[in-house]
């Protein structure tokens, strides 16, 4: 009985340990996105602000460009660095969570093979 219970904690801990795994990553390749962002808006930042403010500056639209005042185009590049910014904030804050989310199930997962050796002798032979 006790072995089957502990089977079955074994079960959901390994499936909890899969499912944050796989938001973790989720959550890393979000904070790559916008980083990308971040830094594509910054270099764009960078290059308006030597142009003269009489150039003409065109917007990209899919394959269309729009002519565009620069100081609008600054300000979309302002903000879209901004969101940036915020955004990966808060998917650290997220990422931080779910690492001692992890950290926590992975303790509770040798909690219950300390605690049970004939269960870690039975994953073993199962994994091998």
Do not use: C, H, W
């Amino acid at each position: 009985m006790a072995d089957e219970v502990n089977k079955t904690a074994f079960i959901e801990i390994q499936g909890r340990i899969i499912e944050l795994t796989g938001k973790l990553k989720q959550v890393q390749n979000q904070m790559r996105t916008k980083e990308g962002e971040k830094k594509r808006a910054f270099l764009t930042l960078e290059e308006l602000s030597q142009v003269p403010d009489d150039t003409n500056t065109y917007k990209s639209i899919g394959r269309t460009f729009v002519l565009e005042p620069k100081a609008v185009l600054m300000n979309e590049q302002e903000r879209k660095l901004k969101d940036s910014e915020s955004a990966i904030g808060s998917l650290q804050t997220s990422k931080e969570y779910m690492e001692k989310q992890l950290a926590e199930v992975e303790n509770n997962l040798r909690e219950l093979l300390q605690q049970d050796p004939g269960l870690a002798r039975q994953i073993m032979s199962m994994s091998v």
